[in-house]
C-alpha cells in the first residue's frame, strides 16, 4: 500500500469520531452517559426525543467504538466505553468554550451566577468538606448519584430539594453541582437555596470534569 494510501486510511478511521459526535443532540447523550449507564428510554425522556431518534444516535456512537450497550429483559442500557469518552466530552467542550465566542456569551448569558461565594478551587473543596466547614450537595437525579459521585457529596435530588432544606445547616456554606457546566440543575438550586436564607454557589464541576481533573469519584460503577 502507498504512503498516501496508509496516510488516508489513518485519518479517514479518526474521522469517524468526528463524524459521530458532529451531531449536538449525540454530544448531550455523551455527557447524560457520563453521569452513569442509561436504559434508551431514560435517556428519551432527558432529551426530549421519541425513541426511534435517540436510538439513531446511540447506534452511530456505538459504531465509533465511544459507547456500548447491553440488553435486559426488554429494556437496553448504554453506557460509555470507558472514561476516556468522558474526558474527550470534557476536553471537546472545554475547548470551545475558549474558542467560540458565540458559546461564551450564551454561557454569560444564562449560566454564570450572581454574587457567589469566594472561587473555590477543588482542594480547596475536598479539604473544606471534610473538616465540614462546607456541604457537598449532588442535585443530580438519585441514581446518577449512585453510579458515582464528588467526595463526601450528599444525595439531595432537585426534585427533592425543597421538601428536604430542613436536613442543611443554617450556618455553613452549600456548593451544589449537577452534571457539569451545561447543567442547570444546580443553578435553580442554588436560587432555591438562597431564596431560603442559605449561602449557596454552584460548582461547575460534574463527575466527568472532577475525574478528568485527576480528582476521585466516590461509587462509581463500571
Known amino acids: 500500500m502507498a504512503h498516501r494510501e496508509i496516510k488516508d486510511l489513518l485519518y479517514e478511521q479518526v474521522a469517524r469520531i468526528g463524524r459521530a459526535v458532529a451531531s449536538a ?10 453521569q452513569g449507564e442509561k ?25 465509533a467504538c465511544l459507547v456500548e450497550s447491553r440488553k435486559q429483559g426488554k429494556y437496553v442500557y448504554y453506557r460509555l466505553a470507558d472514561d476516556s469518552v468522558a474526558a474527550f466530552w470534557v476536553t471537546l467542550r472545554t475547548l470551545a468554550e475558549s474558542r467560540l465566542l458565540e458559546l461564551q456569551k450564551v454561557v454569560g448569558q444564562f449560566l454564570t451566577e450572581p454574587a457567589p461565594l469566594a472561587a473555590l478551587n477543588r482542594k480547596d473543596i475536598l479539604g473544606k468538606a471534610k473538616l465540614g466547614e462546607i456541604v457537598v450537595i449532588d442535585v443530580r437525579p438519585a441514581p446518577e448519584y449512585r453510579a458515582g459521585h464528588l467526595p463526601l457529596a450528599r444525595s439531595m435530588p432537585l426534585t ?9 445547616p443554617r450556618k455553613k456554606a452549600i456548593v451544589a453541582y449537577c452534571r457539569g457546566p451545561f447543567c442547570m440543575f444546580a443553578k ?3 436560587a432555591l437555596l438562597r431564596q431560603h436564607g442559605y449561602r449557596a454557589t454552584r460548582l461547575d464541576d ?17
Open 25 to 34: 443532540k449525540r454530544l448531550e447523550l455523551l455527557e447524560l452517559l457520563c
Open 39 to 63: 436504559s434508551v428510554e431514560t435517556l428519551v425522556r432527558d432529551t426530549d426525543l421519541d425513541v426511534k431518534l435517540v436510538s439513531a444516535h446511540l447506534k452511530a456512537l456505538k459504531a
Open 160 to 168: 427533592e430539594l425543597k421538601k428536604r432544606l430542613g436536613e442543611l
Open 188 to 190: 435553580e438550586a442554588v
Open 206 to 222: 460534574g463527575v466527568a470534569e472532577w475525574q478528568t481533573a485527576g480528582f476521585p469519584i466516590e461509587n462509581r460503577t463500571k
